[in-house]
């Protein structure tokens, strides 16, 4: 079964209006969690490090304004899209790190943005 | 460049054919190596880590090569359920972010 589930699984919204994305850890806890958003036939790209209890690290290019992201506990990190715009419309994805021997990622089943 | 570069493919194969494609990567310091599968609109799944000498898992044979920087993933008897995206992955030694490559489709024909 999913050990990371990610809610919604899609959204339509209003531009303008703002979208919160769920990710949960449901068996482990997980001081780190990764966005990523991957737009159609491209590769996931990180958008940002959630970390429990501290601000999120962003990556180059990645507005934190736009995209505000909240990990306050160790089993929850929330992504909102604030002031969505279509070209915010894309595939988004959560991972967390359970840190067995081979520290695998194990991903949320996404989020699916429409923004129209 | 790119961190990690896939052959996007598509392959089309028939059942029972065997496939192989590659993936490069652009930091030399790269530790640990993954092909992750993808199904439209789902989210990436583990296919197996890549070890340094090779490793195979059932139909599945994935290969590292240091010097050349460079991770193949063989599909021997391909079915059906083995149409996707395979996604090659890497991670540096000590961050746990994730690299990844666009993808290689395989399409399975029967």
């Known amino acids: 079964g999913a050990v990371v589930s990610q809610h919604p699984s899609w959204v339509i919204c209003k531009s303008g209006t703002s979208v919160k994305i769920e990710c949960r850890s449901l068996?482990?806890?997980?001081?780190?969690m990764f966005w990523y958003r991957q737009f159609p036939k491209q590769s996931l790209m990180l958008m940002a490090t959630?970390?429990?209890?501290?601000?999120?690290?962003?990556e180059q290019g990645v507005e934190k304004d736009k995209f505000l992201i909240n990990h306050a506990s160790l089993t929850l990190s929330t992504l909102t899209v604030t002031s969505a715009h279509p070209e915010d419309s894309s595939f988004y994805i959560c991972?967390?790190?359970?840190?067995?021997?081979?520290?695998?990622?194990?991903f949320g089943q996404g989020t699916r943005l429409t923004v129209v | 460049r790119k961190e990690v570069e896939q052959d996007p493919g598509p392959f089309n194969v028939p059942e029972g054919a065997t496939v192989a494609f590659n993936c490069t990567y652009s930091?030399?310091?790269?530790?640990?190596f993954f092909w992750y599968r993808q199904d439209c609109r789902k989210e990436p799944k583990l296919l197996m880590s890549?070890?340094?000498s090779g490793n195979e898992d059932g139909r599945f044979t994935a290969q590292l090569n240091r010097a050349s920087q460079y991770i193949s993933l063989l599909i021997r008897d391909s079915k059906l359920s083995d149409s996707a995206t395979y996604l090659c992955?890497?991670?540096?030694?000590?961050?746990?972010?994730?690299?990844f490559g666009a993808g290689t489709t395989v399409t399975v024909r029967a």
């Open positions: 991972s967390a790190i359970r840190q067995l021997s081979n520290t695998e990622a194990f």
């Open positions: 992955v890497v991670r540096l030694s000590n961050d746990y972010k994730l690299s």
């Open positions: 959630s970390n429990e209890g501290s601000k999120a690290t962003y």
């Open positions: 068996d482990f806890q997980a001081t780190t």
């Open positions: 890549v070890y340094s």
């Open positions: 930091n030399s310091a790269s530790q640990s």
